[in-house]
């Protein structure tokens, strides 16, 4: 079956980290630009970050720049995203979605993404 599995999510306290990982199934993630996105309850998905497929280009919105960090393992067929000092905002369901339209970069914005993970709700609360 060919699909994008997020895992990781969960209950965090301010200020800790998380862990994301995005496997794919069925397919191999190497020619495919990355995204991570997120909806919170009664607001639009977000991009969150992105990676090209070499993993040479990486992208992040304002409000996760010096926390988040994007990689791949193009081996283990696994995007991450690493949610460091995560915040009450940060709380959302969290997708990962691939794209092949981009060889050599990716994008925050949701539009050229094709195929999408179901998500995994990361909440940040004491």
């Known amino acids: 079956q060919v699909q994008l599995v997020e895992s990781g999510g969960g209950l965090v306290q301010p200020g800790g980290p998380l862990r994301l990982p995005c496997a794919a199934s069925?397919?191999?993630?190497?020619?495919?630009?990355i995204g991570w996105f997120r909806q919170a309850p009664g607001k639009e998905r977000e991009g969150v970050s992105c990676?090209?497929?070499?993993?040479?280009?990486?992208y992040y919105v304002d409000s996760v720049k010096g926390r988040f960090t994007i990689s791949r393992d193009n081996v283990k067929n696994t995007v991450f995203l690493q949610m460091n000092s995560l915040k009450a905002e940060d709380t959302a369901v969290y997708y990962c979605?691939?794209?092949?339209?981009?060889?050599?970069?990716?994008?925050?914005?949701?539009?050229?993404?094709?195929?999408w993970g179901q998500g995994t709700q990361v909440t940040v609360s004491t």
């Open positions: 069925g397919f191999t993630l190497d020619p495919y630009a």
């Open positions: 979605a691939a794209d092949l339209s981009l060889p050599h970069f990716c994008t925050t914005q949701p539009r050229p993404y094709h195929r």
């Open positions: 990676i090209s497929p070499t993993g040479g280009r990486v």
